[in-house]
Nanobody, 124 residues
Framework: QLQLVESGGGLVQAGGSLRLSCATS????????MGWFCQAPGKEREFVAT????????VYADSVKGRFTISRDVAKNTLYLQMNSLKPEDTAVYYC?????????????????WGQGTQVTVSS
């Protein structure tokens, strides 16, 4: 089993920044491609960003391109999401996820492990 624990969420004003972290344990971190998803109240969980096992292949949702950056630190077994120029519509619970294999995926059904989520609230 791979355990995922998110942190770094909070309340921020529009235009501000947050960095989310996802600490992993239990399995070899580099065996997994990773992703970030978000879920707003009353909405489906949706894709935000994904990164390959090596870190050299990333994909972003159109809504966050140029504002968010996904990265991973192999030495720390941790996944990050740097969120800049935040907007009220970014308000959601953010989840990190892991999938076996090296390729990233934008589909939530492709992921095997999920964290518990961290709340991000952006005020206008």
């Amino acid at each position: 089993q791979l355990q995922l624990v998110e942190s770094g969420g909070g309340l921020v004003q529009a235009g501000g920044s947050l960095r989310l972290s996802c600490a992993t344990s239990g399995r070899i971190f580099t065996s997994y491609a990773m992703g970030w998803f978000c879920q707003a109240p009353g909405k489906e969980r949706e894709f935000v960003a994904t990164i390959s096992w090596s870190g050299d292949n990333t994909v972003y949702a159109d809504s966050v391109k140029g504002r968010f950056t996904i990265s991973r630190d192999v030495a720390k077994n941790t996944l990050y999401l740097q969120m800049n120029s935040l907007k009220p519509e970014d308000t959601a619970v953010y989840y990190c996820a892991a999938r076996g294999g090296r390729l990233p995926s934008t589909s939530k059904s492709a992921y095997d492990y999920w964290g518990q989520g961290t709340q991000v609230t952006v005020s206008s």
